[in-house]
């Protein structure tokens, strides 16, 4: 037994070695990644003094820096708009494409390759092939000069740029399925509609799952759009409302704030990664193609 | 089938109906709205002047334009050529067998979920900072003086900052797909080959690579398609409007239809319309060749 495991060993350290080179390049680039982040956290937590004499934390952690992010330069409001965003967007998300992925993948029906086709091929059309008339149509109808009004385009406008990734991205996760569990419903006297709903939709979770991660980190992290149709201060979203918090930032000289204002931004989609990064791996080459 | 007529419609309908609400009224509208000439954005259809292709006409005589797309073309073209290069090699050396696979896997992709713009701040404001950056300072830990005392972020060296803190965030998303594109190869090629004396480099030249050619046209598809849209990175690189360096194509139609940028002279939506479908273009051609230079159709495995 123990001679066994050490003739493992053996062989394990001769492979390692023969990898060594493989490990030292991968080490160099994550060790860059980790300084980087790392340094931009600890810089969060210290006064602009030090960071610009290369001292963190050389009088402790300054969580007023936080404080004064979150309250004076309202990181909460563009962080609350965010999440309104983003939660009401990806679960209209699921209610919108999970029926349609789930019929364009079942059912033969004329017309069925061309929606699909108009969906991929939309995930690689330039933004700037759609805003001009979105722009035109939104304007007359003077949708821009209300909140509420805009902050509801905003969402429409998120739900649907993402609409082909996410329904082509559902479409495999149906495709999979059985289809013994529609056959057995159908017998029982389940309904088609009523099938889906309760049967196929539960069944495809981890799909759903999956892509509205995606979906969240897309919205989170969505910057042109906003830009152009987020009308208002007030309705800002987090990347519009951080590069503009940036910009004022510089000429105040609060480089402290700006660091915790941009470990604010960033804190959401990386907390998710270190919890799902695993399933969000799988994902990228997994279920369709990111856009 | 004919019984589940109505559960397809009431299925589809909101789906199809957005999709052709954002993309595909708009992308028809934009074609057309190229070849006029249009004062407001607003304006309705009969306000508008046919000019032909007096948009595209005036867009290849504007040397600021002219700059953007050569900028787009050096970010795509070595930008593409950096990203490609560096995410085959991770790609090679997660699937060899390493430990810590999945550790390493994600780290190297974690740059892809941050947010641009806070992804970028970082670099500007602390790799490239001339005061405590990273580089000044391990330059001059280095001994590195001349190095160190580099400006970043002057006009000579912004576009290949930017190129550099770009690609760091675009190598994850690319390892990632030439990494399952290798795991699918069988294992039984190598072995074969180990057999036969071939030594992992003439491996990977003569079986992973020829097996790839599906993976390649993929990832070249997908950075063209992002490259194309290229337009936080660029934005927060340059602290004014028209900045030569950094300009691309998105950032020059802002400028000319939102902006109120002193750089513009006229406002004409249909040449943003224009750039739009000349991107589109790019986009098009970029497919169609990667479809006819790396056909993987004689090649079963």
């Not at chain 1, 004329?110 to 690689?124: D, E, R």
């Not at chain 1, 759903?208 to 969505?222: L, R, Y």
């Not at chain 2, 602390?126 to 001349?146: D, M, N, Q, R, W």
Request: glycine share 6%; with cysteine.
């Amino acid at each position: 037994m123990a001679r066994e495991k050490k003739y493992r060993e053996a062989v394990n350290w001769k492979k390692e070695l023969r990898l060594f080179p493989g490990y030292l390049i991968l080490l160099i680039w994550i060790s860059f990644t980790f300084v980087l982040l790392g340094w931009v956290l600890l810089a969060s937590f210290s006064t602009t003094k030090e960071i610009f004499s290369n001292k963190l934390l050389a009088s402790g952690l300054h969580f007023e820096n936080y404080v004064k992010a979150w309250i004076n330069s309202d990181v909460a409001g563009i962080f609350r708009n965010s999440l309104v965003y983003s939660i009401i967007a990806c679960s209209l998300l699921i209610v919108i494409c999970a029926p349609a992925a789930y019929v364009l993948s079942r059912f033969i029906f004329p017309g069925n390759k061309l929606i699909q086709t108009g969906f991929v091929s939309a995930m690689g059309v330039p933004v700037v092939m759609i805003v001009l008339p979105l722009f035109g149509i939104v304007a007359n109808l003077g949708i821009l000069n209300h909140v509420l009004s805009n902050g509801m385009l905003l969402i429409f406008l998120y739900i649907g740029i993402n609409i082909p990734y996410t329904t082509i991205f559902l479409m495999t996760f149906f495709g999979n399925l059985s289809r013994a569990f529609e056959e057995a419903a159908a017998i029982d006297g389940c309904p088609p509609t009523k099938t889906f709903w309760l049967i196929m939709l539960p069944m495809a979770q981890p799909g759903i799952i999956t892509v509205t991660i995606f979906n969240f980190i897309n919205i989170w992290n969505e910057y042109f759009i906003s830009l152009i149709f987020a009308n208002s201060d007030q309705l800002r979203p987090i990347a519009v409302g951080l590069y503009s918090m940036i910009n004022s930032m510089k000429y105040t000289g609060d480089w402290a704030g700006m660091f915790a204002a941009v470990v604010i931004v960033f804190l959401p989609t990386f907390i998710l990664y270190i919890f799902l990064s695993e399933k969000i791996i799988a994902g990228v080459t997994g279920g369709g193609v990111k856009g | 089938m004919k019984r589940n007529k109505g559960m397809i419609i009431a299925f589809l309908a909101p789906a199809v109906s957005i999709f052709a609400i954002v993309f595909l009224y708009p992308i028809i509208r934009t074609i057309i709205m190229s070849f006029f000439k249009i004062d407001g954005i607003t304006d309705p259809v009969s306000k508008w002047q046919f000019t032909g292709l007096a948009n595209f006409i005036k867009l290849a005589n504007t040397s600021l334009f002219r700059t953007s797309m050569w900028n787009l073309f050096r970010i795509w073209l070595i930008g593409g050529v950096i990203v490609m290069s560096l995410a085959l090699l991770f790609a090679v050396i997660i699937t060899s067998g390493i430990r810590l696979k999945s550790f390493f896997r994600a780290v190297i992709y974690l740059p892809n979920i941050v947010s641009a713009v806070a992804l970028a701040t970082m670099w500007l404001q602390y790799v490239y900072s001339p005061k405590f950056g990273l580089l000044k300072t391990v330059f001059s830990k280095l001994g590195l003086t001349a190095l160190s005392k580099v400006q970043w972020l002057d006009n000579d060296h912004k576009f290949m900052a930017l190129l550099l803190a770009y690609c760091f965030g675009m190598v994850g998303y690319h390892m990632l797909i030439f990494a399952s594109g290798i795991e699918r190869i069988s294992s039984d090629y190598f072995e074969a080959a180990t057999l036969d004396g071939a030594d992992k480099l003439n491996q990977f030249r003569y079986i992973t690579m020829p097996l790839l050619k599906g993976v390649f046209r993929t990832n070249i598809t997908m950075w063209s398609v992002t490259s194309v849209g290229f337009f936080v990175w660029s934005q927060l690189f340059s602290t004014v409007t028209a900045d030569t360096q950094t300009i691309t194509p998105m950032v020059y139609m802002y400028m000319q239809i939102f902006g109120a940028g002193n750089s513009v002279t006229e406002r004409n939506s249909g040449l943003g319309a224009a750039i739009g479908v000349l991107l589109s273009v790019c986009v098009v051609a970029i497919f169609w060749l990667c479809n006819h230079l790396l056909r993987d159709d004689d090649l079963e495995f």
